[in-house]
């Protein structure tokens, strides 16, 4: 990260702050702070927003044989996962975009137009110590998340995909 911002933005924070001068003299900055999401399309190269149904296509989880306990409790967690998503992309108080989940498992933040190759892998881990505080596990460089079965419920879902992503050391909340 701190390489990136080195080439990347360093250069251009001269530019960039005597752009924000110029805008803030015509009043227009405030504006754009408030309206960030419809202004990012002017400033941000392909700030496409990434549709919740094409996202979940993504994703080819690994159940154990249908039927089979395991099976059971890795669809029901697969599940929540979903419902996860699906609350990033609707509602208003979710902590994470859609595009942030897809960073945290792919190291993107949009889709490719011809989808991940290979699809995102969601595995399932169980027999997980009787007291342990795992979390939700993303290999970017794999196209893969793990999910603990022992997780009870789509808040504590919500809440353990949430902070996984905070954590995630590459993760940058501009
Ligand atoms: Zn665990």
């Given at each position: 990260r701190m390489l990136y911002?080195?080439?990347?933005?360093?250069?251009?924070?001269?530019?960039?702050?005597?752009l924000q001068a110029g805008l803030n003299?015509?009043?227009?900055?405030?504006?754009?702070k408030k309206h960030s999401e419809e202004f990012s399309k002017f400033f941000v190269f392909n700030a496409i927003s990434i549709?919740?149904?094409?996202?979940?296509?993504?994703?080819?989880?690994?159940?154990?044989?249908?039927?089979?306990?395991?099976f059971i409790r890795e669809e029901t967690i697969y599940k929540y996962f979903c419902d996860y998503?699906?609350?990033?992309?609707?509602?208003?108080?979710?902590?994470?975009?859609?595009s942030d989940v897809c960073q945290f498992i792919t190291g993107?933040?949009?889709?490719?137009?011809?989808?991940?190759?290979?699809?995102?892998?969601?595995?399932?881990?169980?027999d997980c110590d009787h007291d342990c505080q795992c979390y939700p596990e993303a290999s970017t460089c794999a196209y893969v998340?793990?999910?603990?079965?022992?997780?009870n419920s789509l808040q504590e879902m919500i809440t353990k995909m949430d902070e996984a992503i905070i954590n995630a050391p590459f993760f940058f909340k501009g």
């Open positions: 911002y080195k080439e990347t933005l360093e250069p251009r924070i001269e530019a960039i702050r005597q003299m015509r009043g227009l900055l405030p504006l754009i549709d919740y149904f094409q996202f979940v296509d993504e994703f080819k989880p690994i159940f154990q044989p249908e039927g089979s306990n395991k998503v699906e609350s990033c992309n609707s509602s208003d108080n979710a902590t994470h975009s859609l993107s933040m949009n889709i490719p137009p011809m989808g991940f190759q290979p699809k995102i892998v969601v595995k399932f881990v169980h998340i793990k999910l603990p079965v022992h997780i």
